[in-house]
């Protein structure tokens, strides 16, 4: 699938807001929405303001559009990287979950991470503008113009990728064999990969999550289907496999390798 931008502009006018009970001024708009159709993931992303400082507000959902990663990206450091409580309103309802935040690679950025529902997103058609809120460091409302064609755009982008990686049942049953771990996923992983914050707080979950491994057996991406509720946990069973999971790739009827996902199932737990 070749990754490829699409840039998306809409009108406002007419646009009902909802406005949040919140102190911080909503952040405009200064550029496009631009839908990015990658080989592995469908991203939604666009700039708010300041112009010298901008920051940049995405939606990624998983393959199965069962779940969508908001992500915020400010300028700005993070001493580590942790997971927070935070509330989010979507249509008048305030919903609580847990974020990630962590520093970007070049250390520039200060990156938030928040899985949804992909159903709960559907109500920023009628919100108009979402607001996060955790604690005193993190109070962001961004307005949402156009926000009910960009989901669909990321929707069509999501059935291109199931195509692509032989996701849907019927393409996935013309395989002869699909792809498989060549050592069991439970022992890859050590107790020390529990977060420490998340054995600090007793929190523990379940993660569903599917990996996409490629014609060469690489796994090229790995994306939360089912969060467990702890950002931390969520990230941390993807990161694992990621980095430790070796495949022997899936083959076509004709016997010769093709792309194919495999859904797996973390539980995280303490004694």
Not at 2 to 27: C, I, M, N
Not at 169 to 188: D, F, N, R
Request: glycine fraction near 6%; proline fraction near 6%; aromatic fraction near 6%.
């Amino acid at each position: 699938m070749k990754t490829h931008f699409v840039a998306l502009l809409f009108a406002s006018a007419g646009l009902v807001t909802h406005q949040p009970a919140s102190a911080a001024p909503p952040r405009q708009p200064i550029g496009k929405w631009q839908v990015d159709y990658g080989d592995t993931a469908c991203t939604a992303a666009r700039n708010y303001g300041p112009a010298e400082k901008p920051v940049t507000l995405a939606f990624r959902p998983s393959p199965n559009g069962t779940v969508v990663r908001l992500m915020v990206a400010r300028p700005g450091r993070v001493s580590t990287p942790h997971h927070f409580a935070v509330t989010t309103t979507i249509t008048s309802e305030k919903a609580k979950t847990t974020g990630l935040r962590f520093e970007s690679a070049d250390k520039k950025r200060d990156i938030i991470w928040i899985n949804f529902d992909r159903a709960a997103l559907d109500g920023l058609q009628a919100a108009g503008e979402i607001a996060i809120k955790a604690g005193v460091t993190i109070e962001e409302r961004f307005p949402l113009p156009g926000i009910g064609s960009v989901l669909k755009s990321l929707d069509t982008c999501n059935a291109d990728l199931r195509k692509h990686w032989n996701v849907e049942e019927a393409a996935a049953s013309q395989l002869s064999k699909g792809a498989t771990v060549l050592k069991p996923l439970h022992s890859l992983i050590s107790d020390s990969d529990y977060p420490a914050q998340a054995i600090r707080e007793r929190a523990s979950g379940s993660t569903r999550f599917m990996m996409m491994v490629d014609e060469t057996g690489a796994l090229k991406d790995c994306m939360v289907e089912e969060t467990s509720g702890i950002a931390s946990l969520d990230a941390m069973s993807c990161s694992v496999f990621l980095q430790r999971a070796k495949f022997s790739p899936a083959l076509d009827a004709a016997g010769k390798p093709a792309r194919s996902v495999l859904t797996a199932r973390i539980t995280w737990r303490i004694p």
